[in-house]
C-alpha cells in the first residue's frame, strides 16, 4: 500500500497518478503497463513513483483497491439507507449500481475487466481478496438485517447464501456493461428499462425458485 508520502502530496495531483496509471493499465494490462510509460504521461521522474510505492504491484495493488472502494460508495449513493428498505428493493438497486458506475467512471471498469481478464496477473489471490471480503460482507449485512425484519426464512445456510447471492450478482453486474454476456440475460445493455426488468426477472427466480408448485 502507499507509502505516506503519497498521502502527503495534494489532492489534484495525488488524483492525477491515479487516474493516469488506471488508464494505462486498463489500456495494456499488468504485464504491458510499465513505470515509465505511467511517469511519462505524467512528466516526473521514475523515482518519484518509488517514493510513494514499494514496487510495481504494490501500486497496482493499491489502484485495485481505489477503483473498487470508489464503487462502494457509489454504490452506497445509489442504492440509499439499508435499512429502510426491503430486502428485494436493495438488491435490486445493487445489480443496477455498477451499470450506473459505469456512466459516471468508464474507465475504472474498463481497468476492471482488463484486470479480470488479464492472465499475466501473478498475484490473483490478493486482488480477489480486495474485490471479495468487501462485497461479502455487505452481502451479509443485507441477509442479516432481512432476517431480523422476518423477510427471509431462518433457517437457511447464511454463508452459502450470502457466496452465491455475490456471485450471481457480479455476473449479471457485468452482463450489463458487457453486450457479449447481456445476451445470455436478454438485456440491451443501452436502455435501463431493460437493465432493471432483466434484474426482476432473476430475483423472482431467486426468490420464488425454479420448481413447480
Known amino acids: 500500500m502507499p507509502k505516506r508520502t503519497f498521502f502527503n502530496l495534494p489532492d489534484e495531483k495525488r488524483q492525477k497518478i491515479i487516474d493516469v496509471a ?14 515509465n510509460s505511467i511517469v511519462s504521461r505524467l512528466d516526473i521522474a ?16 493499491y489502484l485495485v483497491k481505489f ?11 445509489f442504492v440509499g439507507n439499508l435499512e429502510k428498505q426491503p430486502v428485494m428493493d436493495i438488491l435490486h438497486k445493487t445489480m443496477l449500481s455498477f451499470r450506473d458506475f459505469r456512466e459516471n467512471f468508464p474507465i475504472r471498469v474498463s481497468f476492471y475487466f482488463t484486470m479480470v481478464g488479464d492472465t499475466s ?20 449485512g443485507i441477509i442479516d438485517s432481512a432476517i431480523k425484519r422476518g423477510e427471509l426464512r431462518e433457517d437457511i445456510d447464511i454463508d452459502m447464501l450470502v457466496f452465491d447471492l455475490v456471485m450471481l450478482i457480479t455476473a449479471f ?30 430475483l423472482d427466480i431467486v426468490f420464488k425458485g425454479i420448481g413447480k408448485r
Open 46 to 61: 521514475k523515482g518519484s513513483i518509488y517514493q510513494y510505492f514499494d514496487n510495481k504491484k504494490d501500486f497496482y495493488l
Open 67 to 77: 477503483v473498487k472502494e470508489s464503487y462502494m460508495e457509489h454504490r452506497a449513493e
Open 121 to 140: 496477473i501473478p498475484f490473483v489471490e490478493e486482488i480477489s481478496r480486495i474485490m471479495t471480503e468487501p462485497s461479502l460482507k455487505y452481502m451479509r
Open 22 to 35: 488506471i488508464e494505462e493499465f486498463a489500456a495494456n494490462g499488468y504485464a504491458g503497463t510499465s513505470i
Open 173 to 202: 453486474q457485468q452482463a450489463t456493461v458487457n453486450p457479449v454476456m447481456a445476451r445470455y440475460y436478454n438485456i440491451d445493455t443501452k436502455s435501463k428499462k431493460s437493465v432493471s426488468a432483466a434484474a426482476e426477472r432473476l
